[in-house]
C-alpha cells in the first residue's frame, strides 16, 4: 500500500490551499480515509475523515466550516480543500487508509502517507 500526499505550501493566513493523496496497492473504494495532522511538538490530531460510502466527518473545534474532505475513486486520490486559513493549521498533514469504524481513532488506520508541509503565515 502507498499513500503520496502532494499540495503542501506556504500560504498566507485566509489563503487556500488544496492537498491530495494519491492511493495504490489497496481497493480505494473499501477503505476509510483520513487527513491527521502534526504541528511541532504537539501529537498527531485528526482533521476529517471520509467514510468508504462517502459520509463525511470533521474535528468540529477547529477545521468544520473551513475544511472540506472528498474522495474520488476513480482517481483511486483522497482530496482536502482548506479554506479561510489561520496560522494555528499550521502542520504536516498525512493521509491514512483503514477500515474500521472509528474514523477520529488514529490507531484504526494502518496505512500511512509521509506527509505534506502545510506553513501559514499571519
Known amino acids: 500500500v502507498q499513500l503520496v500526499e502532494s499540495g503542501g505550501g506556504l500560504v498566507q493566513a485566509g489563503g487556500s490551499l488544496g492537498l491530495s493523496c494519491a492511493a495504490s496497492g489497496l481497493t480505494f473504494s473499501g477503505y476509510n480515509m483520513a487527513w491527521f495532522r502534526q504541528a511541532p511538538g504537539k501529537e498527531r490530531e485528526f482533521v476529517a475523515a471520509?467514510?468508504?460510502?462517502?459520509?463525511?466527518?470533521y474535528d468540529t473545534n477547529s477545521v468544520k466550516g473551513r475544511f472540506t474532505i472528498s474522495r474520488d475513486s476513480a482517481k483511486k486520490t483522497l482530496y482536502l480543500q482548506m479554506n479561510s486559513l489561520k496560522p494555528d493549521d499550521t502542520a504536516v498533514y498525512y493521509c491514512?487508509?483503514?477500515?474500521?469504524?472509528?474514523?477520529?481513532?488514529?490507531?484504526?488506520?494502518?496505512?500511512w502517507g509521509q506527509g505534506t508541509q502545510v506553513t501559514v503565515s499571519s
Open positions: 491514512a487508509a483503514g477500515t474500521k469504524s472509528a474514523l477520529q481513532v488514529l490507531r484504526s488506520y494502518p496505512y
Open positions: 471520509i467514510s468508504w460510502a462517502g459520509g463525511s466527518f
